[in-house]
């Protein structure tokens, strides 16, 4: 089969002669793949000497699968199942999937190579906490080939049928939304409430429709890029610019104090989600939100440790808490927020800016996200080509008007 292969670090090849995956475990599904999304994490690991999920050392092996170099990308697929093992019951061929492609403890059966002891098992994993997996990592990122190839197998809990509502270049966007919709459901978000969103790139673009999901009454994004801004206001978010104070003595104040007018009756926001990992974010998150309220961080923070008063969550009885990455729980969430209609199916159609072909992935795909960070948000690759191609000509580029 096709396949865009990892070989080493800087050595992407797209190939023709990929070995087809086959069904070795009764458990197991195949699944043609549709579409394949690229993201920042991959951009990452195609351009970088040092990758942060592939071995930097191509010949180091995955401490789960036992599997090194040569392998697949792509993480964030959907397709349509071609064959199943025998013990595989909740799914079947011809159903529509997306995938999870976490990798954990439980995955370790499924691979010979293995290097963690059989049954061996992290206490996380023990209580369905997969996301925080000892020793987590990714399919296409290093775990085992991905979905950037004509075919992906994987063990059949990985597999979550797709409505038949939901197109599938839609459900290709399942994954980097379950991101935001995991911070979204593990704050315990009620219906009507208020919420804050700090930053608006993919994470916080995407906390913006994982929002209305959980029925938010009233949202507002604050960044500082203007293309983000307009953006955001597509999606549905009151907007404000925290940059307009930059280098007054007061910045931080005056931003909290604004934010905190744009909250339901100036009260402060029932949650809020930092999405930017700043310590001044992380401060008007926790100032913007109203006493007893839930401040989350999603952010990916730097090594480096911020300063931070305790009194101020203590004498409002507020809550931080943490989000990392997502639960099958959460694929599951985000397709039925689509399938009725709580997340707009058609809004979230224009965080697809290109779509091209398995043969041209890594000039149109990868070179080009890369080459114009400001004005893609998703390039989907498609390699059985479905769909039209070059869909960024069909739809309007959403930064460009
Ligand atoms: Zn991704
Ligand atoms: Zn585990």
């Not at 429709?209 to 955001?232: M, Q, W």
Request: hydrophobic fraction near 35%; proline fraction near 5%.
């Amino acid at each position: 089969m096709k396949g865009l292969v990892f070989h080493g670090p800087r050595d992407v090849r797209y190939e023709t002669n990929v070995p087809d995956p086959k069904i070795t475990s009764p458990d197991d599904v195949l699944v043609e793949i549709a579409y394949c999304g690229i993201c920042g994490t991959d951009l990452k690991e195609f351009f970088s000497e040092t990758p942060n999920f592939f071995p930097a050392n191509a010949e180091d092996r995955n401490e789960i699968t036992g599997l090194k170099a040569p392998l697949c990308m792509g993480h964030e697929m959907s397709g349509t199942v071609v064959e199943v093992g025998k013990n595989v019951n909740h799914v079947k061929v011809g159903d529509q999937v997306v995938i999870d492609p976490s990798v954990h403890c439980s995955d370790a059966a499924r691979f010979p190579e293995s290097q963690l002891k059989k049954g061996e098992t992290c206490s996380q994993c023990r209580y369905g906490l997969t996301n925080i997996c000892d020793h987590s990592s990714i399919a296409g990122l290093g775990a085992h080939s991905g979905g950037l190839a004509d075919k992906f197998i994987c063990s059949s809990k990985h597999a979550i049928v797709v409505p038949k509502s939901i197109p599938l270049e839609i459900a290709a966007l399942t994954q980097p939304l379950a991101v935001s919709y995991h911070a979204v459901r593990r704050s315990g978000f009620q219906e009507g409430s208020s919420a804050l969103i700090l930053g608006a790139g993919a994470i916080g673009s995407a906390a913006i429709l994982c929002c209305y999901g959980f029925k938010a009454s009233n949202i507002v994004v604050s960044e500082p890029s203007e293309v983000r801004r307009e953006y955001a206001k597509r999606l549905g978010a009151t907007v404000f610019d925290p940059s307009i104070y930059s280098n007054h003595e007061n910045e931080l104040e005056f931003v909290i104090r604004d934010l905190r007018k744009l909250s339901p009756n100036g009260e402060g926001f029932d949650y809020a989600f930092d999405c930017s990992g700043f310590p001044a974010t992380f401060q008007a998150a926790i100032e913007s939100t109203v006493s007893n309220g839930t401040i989350v961080n999603v952010a990916i923070w730097g090594a480096k440790p911020i300063e931070f008063w305790p009194m101020d969550i203590t004498r409002h009885e507020k809550k931080i808490m943490g989000s990392m990455c997502y639960t099958t729980e959460d694929f599951e969430g985000v397709l039925k927020c689509f399938d009725e209609g709580s997340i707009d199916v058609e809004t979230t159609r224009s965080f697809i800016t290109t779509v091209v072909d398995l043969q041209n992935g890594i000039e149109g795909g990868f070179q080009h996200l890369n080459n114009n960070k400001k004005t893609e948000i998703k390039v989907l690759i498609t390699p059985n080509n479905h769909g039209e191609l070059e869909y960024s000509k069909s739809y309007t580029k959403v930064f460009q008007n």
